[in-house]
DNA sequence: TCATCACCAGTAGACATTCTAGGCGAAGAG
DNA sequence: CTCTTCGCCTAGAATGTCTACTGGTGATGA
């Protein structure tokens, strides 16, 4: 996952992808395309999602039981999987919602304080 | 770096380590030790600094010329480098956060609505 | 004087995740 | 039939972090 900004494409964040995942999914199942499109919208187009690291992610999410994939037919008529949110998957993402929560906070603690207690 | 919690442990944030030593240097140069108690202390505790992060982090810095390193002698009177913020630093530090809180915005865009939106 | 501890710097190797850069099969359009 | 788009996938490189060390040197106290 990168940001989008023009052309200073970052590589940012390891970790936060599968909780941007589960976080879609939470809202429906999808398939592949069609999560990567929902980040990258609902985050303005800031975040962009690269295949070559979503389905990785994807099968990773498997593995650990947080989703489950299903075949089916995509709007347009191909096949697609379908990944679905597992009960455990449910769990996770609150999880990882709290950690993230306590760490971007951590950040804020220590890059705020910026103006005032410069020496 | 990894989030201080009782024994869950965790790899967060691949990038962001860079960023808070060059934060912290904005307030005065410090070596090593003083660098990572100044994170863990102003992030409440939740982020912790290994060693084995703080210096390739330091050298990477250093090879990019972000910072530039002085020997000296620490308070407890030991040999210690002293980490300075370059000019250039100074500047990669505005970027990075920037870019920090561009993504943590779009983060929050996708995350934030969980409570209202899910089905 | 000698042992021990805390402080300070550093490295090697494993590990996880991401990115680049492709490939492949099938539906739909012309 | 060909071309494009959709959707899934993988190999290999790059990056940054963690674990688990090593090593040197003040300070302390027996």
Redesign the interface.
Known sequence: MS?GDEKER???????LD??VL??L???PAHGHAIAHA?ER???D??QVEQGSLYPALHRLIRRGWIQAEEGLSENNRRAKFYRLTPKGRDQLAIE?T??E??????A???R??ES???
Chains 1, 2 share one sequence.
Request: charged fraction near 20%; hydrophobic fraction near 55%.
């Open positions: 940001t970052i590589e940012f964040l390891q970790g936060t909780m941007l976080r879609t939470l809202l429906a980040i609902n985050s303005d800031v975040l919602n950690r993230w306590k760490f971007a906070g951590a950040i603690r220590i890059m304080p910026a207690e410069a020496d």
